[in-house]
């Protein structure tokens, strides 16, 4: 799986659009970009996911570079509760450990009043 | 509302003793996955099933060990726990394997092994 980089942590200002950046430079052709996040002590949220084109669902929006080799998730207007661990994670698109979600360090956003 | 569902939350044990926790979905889902998460650490991938075939990471210690009796439910069982295995455990279901279908996960079961 391709590996990716996620700056450690983020503040943001409640009300306020929060953009996630991860770069994925090495990721191939099929592989997806998945976006988690977790809330302390919960269990891992799906937020989106998006292989080539920009992604928007009732969360948030992921814009995928041309090139693919980077990625931005956006909150457009954060509140306290989107305060979490974010994921981005490169998946296979086929072959044997495209069932595999490899999750790195993330990104903690907190969202300040 | 369609869920996973992990019990019990907080489980407790003493080092050795053998430990089974629960995860039950309603999704109807046909892949079943267990992570282990250590304190300030992300969730790593132990094993899953897709239906009844099980499949097993390659680090993933013999002490795990996983059954699934029917579609609804899937067990982690630890054989001997030992201090370092005190982590949540978080059960996930999926559709399929496919790359655009997304994983959900339950809530966790958090570990104290004593």
């Known amino acids: 799986d391709a590996k990716t980089t996620q700056p450690p942590s983020m503040d943001c200002a409640e009300g306020r659009a929060a953009n996630l950046p991860c770069n994925h430079s090495?990721?191939?052709?099929?592989?997806?970009v998945y976006w988690y996040r977790q809330i302390h002590s919960q269990g891992p949220q799906y937020i989106i996911h998006?292989?080539?084109n920009n992604e928007t669902n009732e969360m948030a929006s992921l814009i995928i570079t041309e090139d693919r080799k980077s990625s931005t998730l956006i909150l457009p207007h954060a509140t306290l509760r989107d305060t979490a661990v974010y994921y981005c994670?490169?998946?296979?698109?086929?072959?044997?450990?495209?069932?595999?979600?490899?999750f790195g360090k993330g990104t903690l956003l907190t969202v300040n009043p | 509302d369609a869920m996973v569902i992990q019990n019990p939350r907080y489980q407790v044990t003493q080092f050795g003793k053998p430990v089974t926790l629960s995860c039950s979905q309603t999704?109807?889902?046909?892949?079943m996955y267990w992570y282990q998460q250590k304190s300030s650490q992300a969730p790593k991938l132990l094993f899953h099933?897709?239906?009844?075939?099980?499949?097993n990471e390659a680090d993933t210690p013999d002490n795990f060990q996983s059954r699934r009796p029917n579609t609804s439910f899937c067990f982690l069982d630890i054989r001997s726990p030992g201090l370092g295995d005190a982590a949540m455990y978080l059960c996930?279901?999926?559709?399929?394997?496919?790359?655009?279908?997304?994983?959900?996960f339950g809530p966790g079961t958090r570990l104290t092994v004593l």
């Open positions: 996930a279901t999926s559709r399929d394997t496919t790359s655009y279908n997304e994983q959900f």
């Open positions: 090495t990721i191939s052709g099929n592989e997806y």
């Open positions: 998006g292989l080539k």
């Open positions: 994670i490169v998946r296979a698109g086929s072959g044997g450990s495209n069932y595999k979600l490899t």
């Open positions: 999704l109807n889902h046909n892949v």
């Open positions: 099933y897709y239906d009844k075939d099980f499949n």
